[in-house]
């Protein structure tokens, strides 16, 4: 059963040692934010990759091209799973301990109705936030898990993670949080900025 209708965790979407290579992939790349551009305004580092979301102006600024190869067989399991229509843009999000993200939606004008986060490294709680009552539900996010959050969970939602060191979930169990990195898959559907080519 789902606890939030459109909400799907699946584990162990990606192997072990996927997981390591993916985020070494990442690592030889460059990280934006904490004063480094394209978004140096933000407080944790990100990468992104398909098309570059600016965070300041809340719009998609440039496409820069398909998806990078290292992320080819997480996308042919989307596609075989029936996930998502193919995205067209990764985020790459680094949490170092004591750092999360405030409760948002996803802009629904600019991203699709699928949104798709891989938990590499670490696994971490996400809170819902019912936009209507303020219920919240926390839901645990495996390392090496795939979520899905559409219909209810994607729009009727806020999600958010906290800065905890420490979590702990109704049934007692608790995550140490250690560095965790996200891979966010979306499909942008509103573009209006410059091709870069
Ligand atoms: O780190 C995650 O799993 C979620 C990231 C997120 O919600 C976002 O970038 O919009
Ligand atoms: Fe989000």
Redesign the pocket.
């Known amino acids: 059963m789902q606890i939030i209708p459109g909400l799907t965790v699946v584990e162990d979407f990606v192997s072990p040692e996927e997981e390591t290579h993916l985020v070494q992939c990442c690592d030889e790349r460059q990280w934006s934010g904490l004063g480094i551009s394209p978004n140096p305004e933000l407080k944790r580092r990100t990468q992104q990759y398909g098309h570059l979301f600016s965070y300041q102006y809340r719009k998609v600024l440039q496409e820069l091209g398909p998806l990078p190869d290292f992320v080819t067989p997480v996308l042919d399991r989307i596609a075989d799973q029936n996930l998502s229509p193919p995205p067209n843009h990764l ?1 790459v ?1 680094e ?1 170092e301990p004591g750092q999360g ?1 405030m409760p ?1 939606t ?1 802009a629904p004008s600019i991203f699709g109705p699928a ?1 798709l ?1 891989l ?1 590499l490294l670490s696994a ?1 709680v ?1 809170t819902f936030t019912n936009v209507e009552t303020g219920r919240t539900i926390d839901v645990l ?1 495996p390392r090496r898990s795939m ?1 899905v959050m559409t219909e209810e969970a994607r729009y009727n939602y806020k ?1 958010s ?1 906290s800065k905890d060191l420490i979590e702990t979930l109704s049934d007692g169990t608790t995550i140490e949080r250690s560095r ?1 990195v ?1 891979f ?1 898959f979306r499909q942008i559907i509103l573009f209006t900025g410059e091709c870069s080519k």
């Open positions: 985020l999000n949490y993200i948002h996803d949104i986060s938990s971490c996400m996010l979520l999600h993670i965790r996200s966010t």
